[in-house]
């Protein structure tokens, strides 16, 4: 099947970058402050022109031409939005894959990008190579922080395959939530704090997944006495970069369908 290719660019392109991480800059005249250009604006102009990395994912199950239900896909995607780097997402029906993808990785596995002529595929490995070749701006996480909200995920997942009402699934899910918003009350409203940061760029996607997947087979939802996390998602997934890059709920719901069924 032929791969469905589609173009795209970074937030900082004409309009200029739109992420609160980019702080104006002031000059002082006469006393008074007046704004620059901030030196950040220049760079992330001159990344919009350079050439667009590559990236492979998962195309829609549901709607073709669109992005999938990955939320690894997801989190190297914000990191490149939030990063203002332009790239170009090539779609891959995992269903039928092309011979040319395990030429690239011979395990078949997506997201991948291209850097320096290179493929990398893993999330966790793509985004430090991101970070370290695209410092600014500054996205990475304090080590004693990068932790935070990273066993939501699989206590999430344990409760979605739950066929037994009362074999603690459902409490341990909620044990990590309330355990996560207790740490937002106290040190958020983002996981380092004021600023999104690689962990929430990570676990927004989880969050995500979460929600729909719960929503639908359970009839569950993050409750109102945890209101830090639930205003947290809120945030998060009103994000442009976030809203640009997630998948349709169908997909959500269609990719988790098997572990419900299993």
């Not at 669109?66 to 997402?89: M, S």
């Not at 190579?129 to 004693?144: C, I, Q, R, S, V």
């Not at 380092?192 to 359970?218: F, R």
Request: proline content about 8%; charged content about 25%; aromatic content about 8%.
């Amino acid at each position: 099947m032929a791969v469905l290719l589609r173009g795209t660019s970074a937030a900082a392109t004409a309009a200029g970058p739109s992420s609160a991480l980019l702080a104006t800059t002031f000059r002082r005249s006469r006393g008074r402050l007046l704004p620059r250009a901030a030196p950040q604006r220049r760079l992330y102009v001159a990344r919009a022109s350079a050439q667009p990395l590559e990236v492979c994912a998962k195309e829609s199950i549901t709607v073709p031409g669109r992005l999938g239900d990955c939320p690894f896909t997801q989190r190297v995607l914000l990191t490149i939005e939030e990063k203002h780097l332009p790239y170009e997402l090539k779609l891959v029906d995992l269903a039928n894959k092309p011979d040319w993808l395990f030429e690239i990785n011979p395990e078949g596995k997506v997201p991948i990008v291209k850097l320096d002529e290179k493929w990398i595929g893993d999330s966790d490995v793509i985004t430090q190579t991101l970070e370290e070749k695209y410092p600014e701006p500054l996205l990475a996480t304090p080590p004693e922080k990068a932790s935070v909200g990273s066993k939501i995920f699989s206590t999430f997942i344990g409760f979605l395959k739950s066929k037994d009402p009362s074999d603690g699934t459902e409490e341990a899910l909620f044990n990590e939530l309330t355990s996560f918003d207790s740490y937002l009350k106290d040190n958020g409203p983002f996981i380092n704090g004021g600023t999104i940061s690689a962990a929430d760029l990570s676990l927004g996607p989880k969050l995500y997944h979460m929600e729909i997947a719960l929503g639908h087979y359970k009839n569950w939802s993050v409750p109102d006495s945890l209101s830090h996390v639930k205003t947290y998602m809120k945030s998060i997934f009103s994000m442009d970069s976030f809203v640009k890059t997630q998948a349709l709920p169908e997909d959500v719901i269609a990719g988790w369908r098997p572990k419900v069924m299993g």
